[in-house]
């Protein structure tokens, strides 16, 4: 008669440590040294804060009328709302929002001209940042723009797509807001040069 304790206790504490190491908080990776995300320190917490914040609204707290429609970014839910002028379309979208708070901008502003395929150039303050990025990068898929933006009254803020889509729901741009491109297309379409935008 063979004794398996051995065999057993060995695929215990295999099993053990195995669950130990999959219960530890996952951390995002810095891709090719850019430091494009925050570091999610303890995942689940993030996504619990999230999905619970993640909810509808109501327009009227917010704006006195609905005129040429209203964009409200909460910058806290990581969430982009959208009320039609007729109150019959009303939107939520997951959104990036800004890297730290001294890049946030809180308040009300409106979108000034709408680009399909938008072209980008750093602001001048980013390249000081980041003096490898180029200094222009035209519409297409490496586009930190994505497929669409809304511009802003503010100098250099927009809401626009983007193509790396692991920046939705994080801490990941250096200012504006961004979208799947299947959302901000959609958007896109809905707003109109005047649509009323506030970010809280």
């Not at 209203?70 to 939107?91: C, G, M």
């Not at 502003?109 to 000081?128: L, Q």
């Not at 692991?166 to 109109?192: D, Q």
Request: with cysteine; charged share 25%; net charge positive.
């Amino acid at each position: 008669m063979t004794d398996n304790r051995g065999t057993a206790f060995n695929r215990r504490v295999f099993l053990a440590g195995s669950a130990s190491l999959l219960a530890t908080p996952a951390l995002a990776q810095n891709v090719n040294g850019a430091d494009t995300v925050e570091v999610e320190r303890d995942l689940s917490q993030v996504v619990r804060r999230n999905a619970s914040s993640f909810r509808t609204l109501d327009w009227r707290p917010y704006f006195s009328d609905l005129r040429n429609g209203a964009v409200l970014v909460d910058i806290d839910s990581r969430a982009l709302h959208f009320w039609d002028e007729d109150q019959t379309t009303y939107k939520l979208y997951p959104s990036s929002v800004p890297l730290s708070e001294d890049l946030t901008r809180r308040g009300r502003t409106s979108v000034i001209r709408k680009v399909e395929g938008p072209s980008w150039a750093p602001t001048p303050s980013m390249k000081e940042r980041n003096p490898e990025w180029p200094d222009f990068v035209p519409p297409g898929p490496d586009n930190p723009l994505g497929t669409h933006a809304l511009y802003l009254s503010w100098t250099y803020y927009r809401i626009h797509g983007t193509h790396d889509t692991r920046k939705i729901g994080r801490r990941s741009s250096n200012g504006c807001i961004g979208l799947y491109n299947e959302h901000i297309a959609e958007l896109y379409g809905m707003t109109k040069v005047g649509t009323q935008v506030l970010l809280i």
